[in-house]
């Protein structure tokens, strides 16, 4: 089956800096993905939809300006979470579509970010 | 009413029993419905699609009912394995985005 990575699994940071997380379709290319966040005990909630070549897509209350979404090529899509603060510490999860099932997504392996 | 709402377990269960979880969604208009699984501290995997005339596969039966806007699983013969956290996802009306409800925890007891 179809297969992401991301990359990296575990981040720690200072609080104010920043940290990119990269997500790669390793055998299909994917025009579109998706970032998501999960806090513990929670669901994942959708961040935003990253599409080849344009500009990303944000869910309402997630901001643009801190969380930086560049999908360069059909196989890249990185998110950058900019100055990042304690509450920022969470599970972020990307996923590409497959193109089998409709509505089959397959996810990247998650990045948990601990900002202290 | 949340968007995808199930029940939260957790779920103990001795191995060799059979569970059933249950799941509403709010959409009427939703088109598609999934059973995902996750392990602790992993990405979300598809178990299975849910269609309107129900569909098993080995253990897992999967039913929809459109009436009453409610999804259910049931694992017959649980296994140590089958312990995971149990993801609704609905695929929705006109904005065509996966929703995923909280998860209901299962852990099966040797």
């Known amino acids: 089956g179809a297969v992401v990575s991301q990359h990296p699994s575990r981040v720690i940071c200072k609080s104010g800096t920043s940290v990119k997380i990269e997500c790669r379709s390793l055998d299909f290319q994917a025009t579109t993905m998706f970032w998501y966040r999960q806090f513990p005990k929670q669901s994942l909630m959708l961040m935003a939809t990253?599409?080849?070549?344009?500009?990303?897509?944000?869910e309402q209350g997630v901001e643009k300006d801190k969380f930086l979404i560049n999908h360069a090529s059909l196989t890249l899509s990185t998110l950058t979470v900019t100055s990042a603060h304690p509450e920022d510490s969470s599970f972020y999860i990307c996923s590409a579509p497959g193109t089998g099932v409709s509505g089959e997504l397959f996810f990247g392996e998650g990045s948990r970010l601990t900002v202290l | 009413r949340k968007e995808v709402e199930q029940d939260p377990g957790p779920f103990n269960v001795p191995e060799g029993a059979t569970v059933a979880f249950n799941c509403t969604y709010s959409n009427s208009a939703s088109q598609s419905f999934f059973w995902y699984r996750q392990d602790c501290r992993k990405e979300p995997k598809l178990l299975m699609s849910v269609y309107s005339s129900g569909n098993e596969d080995g253990r897992f039966t999967a039913q929809l009912n459109r009436a009453s806007q409610y999804i259910s699983l049931l694992i017959r013969d649980s296994k140590l394995s089958d312990s995971a956290t149990y993801l609704c996802?609905?695929?929705?009306?006109?904005?065509?985005?996966?929703?995923f409800g909280k998860g209901t925890l299962l852990t099966v007891n040797p």
């Open positions: 990253s599409n080849e070549g344009s500009k990303a897509t944000y």
């Open positions: 996802v609905v695929l929705g009306g006109s904005n065509y985005k996966l929703t």
